[in-house]
């Protein structure tokens, strides 16, 4: 997005989280729970990334321009290849933060538009994607905050899909 155009507006970069822990995102991240039927897609992270060899959501930095939910789709796009054209975004919750200069972190609930999986093509930031059925999510070893957050997520979900 914005990134090609003026690097200055790049989200790309760390932030101070909690204890001066780094966090990824000049402008804080977001990521999408994308919900087909029963099942919610999972990105296994590449081992080189932060955090790298566990489970969470696509998604990732926010540029200086983007709501949460444009850089959930967006980083949801390059990493899975799923468009946003096929996305209903139903919420938006913040799961992370706010930390110093007020970074959070933005989980967007949504669901694909045909009910059904879509089919996905990893990027070099996963090692591998996968629908998992609610049921199994908590049996992988998941990212920690994105653990703290599921049932919350999951509590949310069943809220708003009924």
Known sequence: MCTRVNPE?????WSQGPGGVPVWGKFGAAGLFLVAGDEVLLQHRATWTNNGGTWGIPGGARDKPESPEQAA??????????AASDVEVLDAL????P???????TTVLARTLSGRRLAVTANEE???LRWVPFKQVEELELLAPFREALPRLLERWEEISS
């Not at 913040?94 to 933060?97: A, I, K, L, P, Q």
Request: aromatic residues 10%; charged residues 30%; without cysteine.
């Open 126 to 128: 996963s090692a591998e």
């Open 9 to 13: 507006l790049s989200g790309d970069g």
């Open 94 to 97: 913040v799961t992370s933060g």
């Open 99 to 105: 930390f110093e200069e007020g970074w959070t972190y």
């Open 73 to 82: 789709l967006r980083e949801t796009a390059e990493e899975t290849g799923i």
